[in-house]
């Protein structure tokens, strides 16, 4: 079984930069692929961008591409999301989450979750 504890949301202007990081404990980490997923006040839970279990894959939304990077380590457990550019839009409650395989941008495929982050961009 695989913890995951989100950090590094905030309140920000728009056009600023954001950095979270998702650290794991349990488990085999090295195994799951990691997907950061947003949350806003009455919307749907969202899926933001995906890393394989190597790090060699990626997803991205198209709502993100080009402003969102997501990377891990997996000696240090952990998988980061460099937000950059944050719109309003982007204000959500951030959640990452592993699996081991299934439909990456599906979250009912994720097997476990942290707690969420809140990220907040001010116009």
């Known amino acids: 079984q695989v913890q995951l504890v989100e950090s590094g949301g905030g309140l920000v202007q728009a056009g600023a930069s954001l950095r979270l990081s998702c650290a794991a404990s349990?488990?085999?980490?090295?195994?799951?692929?990691i997907g950061w997923f947003r949350q806003a006040p009455g919307k749907e839970r969202e899926c933001v961008a995906v890393i394989s279990w190597s790090g060699g894959s990626t997803y991205y939304a198209d709502s993100v591409k080009g402003r969102f990077t997501i990377s891990r380590d997996n000696a240090k457990k952990k998988v980061y999301l460099q937000m950059n550019e944050l719109k309003p839009e982007d204000t959500a409650v951030y959640y990452c989450a592993a699996q081991m395989n299934g439909a990456w941008v599906n979250p009912n495929q994720y097997d476990y979750w942290g707690q969420g982050t809140q990220v907040t961009v001010s116009s």
């Open positions: 349990g488990g085999t980490f090295s195994r799951y692929t």
